[in-house]
């Protein structure tokens, strides 16, 4: 090896080390540096392209439910759930408005898949539920609906990935996608601040992937407080 490759070399190196120790402070025992549930500031961000609960839990309760945090790279979203007054705070995003599980809305795609492939950090508590939920339409009618759930007592402090297999047995013309996360109130006096967060989500196809539009959440649309 010459002198110049083992230059080079060290110093590729010594940027991996630099990545690692990055990556330590911002997912380390503690894990991520999440919002505080109470919001004062005067702005509020939604990743572009998708819906989330944002307007409706600032409007109840005060509360940000989703937000923008570091990712495998970038950004990811983060979903938060809250017990607020005896009452849970439901965090989700959404590609289209209307109801999910009922098939409502979706934006055009015509590619068939078999699986989905994503990373997720998250600490579930109790009985807590994280769920991606995944519908195809053709003709304005369901051919295929994936419910992947992430159940709660677990925690994963770092970005690891995951995959699921998605069935269809038709090219669909119509995607619909949802994330969600859901607090239960089973027990008197239980723990709240469960998270999740997701980056890089795309569609495995045949012998391809699939981008997913802002799947990667990088594009965020600031909103300013009324």
Do not use: C
Not at 146 to 169: C, L, R, V
């Amino acid at each position: 090896m010459s002198i110049e490759n083992f230059g080079l070399k060290k110093i590729f190196l010594i940027i991996l080390l630099l990545i690692k120790l990055f990556i330590t402070n911002i997912f380390g025992q503690e894990g991520m540096n999440y919002p505080n549930e109470s919001w004062n500031t005067g702005s509020y961000g939604d990743p572009d392209k998708w819906y989330g609960s944002n307007d409706e839990t600032l409007l109840k309760y005060n509360l940000i439910s989703v937000s923008e945090v570091p990712g495998i790279t970038g950004s990811g979203v983060l979903l938060q759930t809250f017990i607020k007054d005896h009452d849970t705070v439901k965090a989700y995003i959404s590609n289209t408005k209307g109801n999910a599980r009922k098939g409502q809305g979706g934006i055009p795609f015509k590619e068939k898949v078999v699986g989905m492939h994503g990373y997720y950090s998250y600490n579930l508590l109790e009985d807590d539920t994280a769920r991606l939920l995944i519908v195809f339409k053709r003709n304005d009618t369901i051919i295929s609906t994936t419910d992947f759930k992430i159940k709660g007592n677990g925690k994963q402090q770092s970005y690891a990935p995951f995959t699921f297999p998605i069935s269809m047995s038709k090219v669909p013309d119509t995607l619909i996608i949802e994330a969600s996360l859901k607090s239960y109130l089973s027990s008197p006096g239980r723990k709240e601040g469960s998270y999740i967060a997701f980056d890089s989500l795309y569609f495995i196809g045949i012998g391809k992937l699939i981008p997913i539009p802002n799947g990667n959440f990088e594009d965020w649309v600031l909103h300013r407080k009324n």
